[in-house]
């Protein structure tokens, strides 16, 4: 296959694939200029809020059950991970959200029940959505596990791994991140 036609598949590829990041030039580019950037994510994700945000270094995987509320800006680094598989979960970031660099996001999780097969054989566990609620904050490089949901107004610490849900009002922080602090009384 000559150059010419190695490059006219790759762009469509870019522009059909379900996903964005730097591995896709031929979209990634549009991530650095606002209008540009709003119109291809909103072709792109289940849901974009017009005022949402996806900068330029960031990945998103399966894009079509992602979906990115108001105000919400997903910064460089950070990983959205959601199921390709038909009934694959998603990921719901609602309005208003804080979320820092390299924040990873993942529904799903490798299986390793056998120790007789190699991990890389033996598929994933179910999918489980993430959910991230309304005014939340989650400091930079943390991690958000499959099945996790982030209450409201709840703070997640930098560099945390969150295995399990966390209520509303609440600090949490730590590997594996642990309520530190209720917010409604930070005296």
């Known amino acids: ?10 762009i469509k590829f870019d522009k ?6 730097p591995d896709l ?6 991530l650095f200029f606002k209008e540009s950037m709003t ?6 994700f289940k849901y974009f809020a017009d005022s949402a945000e996806f900068r330029p270094g960031a990945y998103a995987i399966t894009c079509s059950k992602i979906s990115i509320g ?35 996001f993942y529904v799903s999780n490798h299986n390793y029940s056998s120790p007789s097969i190699p991990i890389i054989d033996q598929g994933h566990f179910d ?11 989650i400091g930079a490089n943390s991690t958000i596990l499959s099945g996790v949901t982030i209450g409201k107004n709840a703070v997640i610490g930098a560099g945390s791994v969150v295995t399990k849900s966390v209520p509303d ?3 949490a922080a730590g590997n594996p991140a642990r309520i530190i602090k209720n917010i409604n009384s930070l005296e």
């Open 1 to 10: 296959m000559n150059a010419i036609k190695i490059l006219i598949k790759k």
């Open 70 to 104: 108001n105000r919400v800006v997903i910064r460089p680094g950070t990983m959205l991970f959601a199921d390709s598989r038909e009934n694959g979960a998603g990921i719901t970031i609602q309005d208003d959200v804080l979320i820092g660099s390299c924040v990873h």
């Open 16 to 21: 059909q694939a379900d996903r964005l990041g």
């Open 127 to 137: 999918s489980i959505p993430i959910v991230v609620g309304k005014g939340s904050w």
């Open 25 to 30: 030039p031929f979209t990634h580019y549009k």
């Open 39 to 44: 119109r291809l994510c909103q072709t792109k």
């Open 169 to 171: 009002n609440v600090i």
